[in-house]
């Protein structure tokens, strides 16, 4: 069961993945990591341990005058190179259009930092943070779904909820959600394998 992994940062959750398949808690394996930046610490982890990476720089393309679309659809058709079974976002912080999906010949599921219909787009944690302390919610989490065209509003796979603690920094409660984030990005791929099967 082969997956594509997308990142832009430190890639603990691509590192999640890569310890539960070594764990052999999850049967699959990552064909390619592919990031954006050139100097995404998940890259090294992906080199570590001898996983075929792909370094697909936005700027330069544009630079060069191809569109956006043609970046996504280009994207689209090296991941498809690697015929994987299921695409995984773990922190990929570019949008994803419609021309990637068009193209892509694979599911493609996003982990986002909030709950289902919350705090879509970017620094959801943070915002989350805020309004805990504004004291209009009591709780946030982490979610991993489907991609559609629309932003962070797929069907939902799975989903954690993480509650604030009274006077607990946004450090301490961003280490939380990074924990859940990492259970549940192993739970989401083992569904769908599950449900494929
Ligand atoms: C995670 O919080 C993810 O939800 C968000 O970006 C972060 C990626 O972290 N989209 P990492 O690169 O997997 O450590």
């Known amino acids: 069961y082969a997956l594509v992994v997308l990142v832009s940062g430190s890639g603990s959750n691509l590192q999640a993945i890569m310890d539960a398949i070594a764990g052999g808690t999850l049967d699959a394996q990552i064909a390619c990591v592919v990031s954006n ?12 341990a001898s996983i075929p990476t792909h370094v697909a720089p936005l ?17 689209a058709q090296v991941i498809n190179g690697y015929a994987p ?13 419609a021309a990637f999906l068009d193209v892509i010949q694979a599911p493609v599921i996003n982990l986002h930092p ?3 219909g919350t705090f879509p787009g970017t620094h959801a944690i943070e915002r989350a943070y805020e309004a805990f302390q504004r004291g209009e919610i009591s709780q946030s989490g982490c979610m991993v779904h489907h991609v559609i065209p629309e932003i962070d509003a797929g ?11 009274a006077g607990e920094s946004l450090d301490d409660y961003e280490t939380r959600i990074h924990a859940a984030e990492h259970r549940i990005i192993v739970e989401a791929v083992r569904q769908i394998q599950l449900a494929k099967a």
């Open 155 to 165: 069907e939902v796979i799975t989903q954690a909820i993480v509650p604030f603690t």
């Open 59 to 75: 700027k330069p393309y544009l630079r060069e005058g191809h569109t956006r679309e043609q970046y996504d659809v280009d994207l």
């Open 37 to 48: 930046k050139r100097k995404a610490y998940a890259l090294e982890r992906a080199e570590n």
């Open 85 to 97: 079974d299921l695409i995984v976002l773990a922190g990929w912080m570019h949008i994803v259009s």
């Open 114 to 116: 909030a709950l289902p």
